[in-house]
């Protein structure tokens, strides 16, 4: 935590599996875990950004189960994570982070790597160019004006 405090990120995606979805802010919405949907000042910006990581994965987008709208889920819906790290990026650091959730395995085999890969770099491409609505834009204006992003394939 004091090497991310010495940085100016504004935008970061931690990566796990279990699951195949976009998880974005917030992981908890009170200091007992109780409250399930928490909006944010910035919203719909971190929907958005989620949006755009599921919308250029080959299958996540068509994830429905659960709480999972389109591959996405706001954290404290999905399961309440008090103290994680995406929330304290995000109230701390005044940057956002998303958790991608990359594979419903949680110890994929060494051979499905190369094709996980594949399947998640356009994804990660358009995630990383996202990284300018991060930087202060106001999020209903940047994603009104950069919706058409959402869809466009990196090939």
Request: proline letters at 5%.
């Amino acid at each position: 935590m004091a090497w991310s405090k010495q940085q100016d990120f504004v935008l970061s995606a931690s990566l796990h599996q279990g699951a195949l979805v976009a998880n974005y802010p917030h992981d908890a919405c009170d200091t007992q875990g109780r409250v399930r949907i928490c909006p944010t000042q910035e919203d719909p910006l971190p929907l958005f950004l989620a949006q755009v990581y599921s919308q250029n994965h080959p299958s996540m987008h068509r994830n429905n189960k659960g709480r999972f709208v389109n591959g996405t889920v706001q954290g404290a819906q999905w399961y309440t994570l008090l103290g994680g790290m995406q929330d304290w990026v995000f109230s701390d650091r005044h940057s956002l982070e998303l958790t991608m959730e990359l594979s419903e395995l949680m110890r994929p085999e060494q051979a499905e790597l190369e094709t996980m890969w594949h399947q998640n770099l356009p994804a990660l491409m358009r995630f990383m160019e996202m990284v300018s609505l991060a930087r202060g834009v106001e999020a209903p204006l940047a994603c009104a004006s950069l919706a058409g992003l959402l869809l466009l394939n990196y090939t």
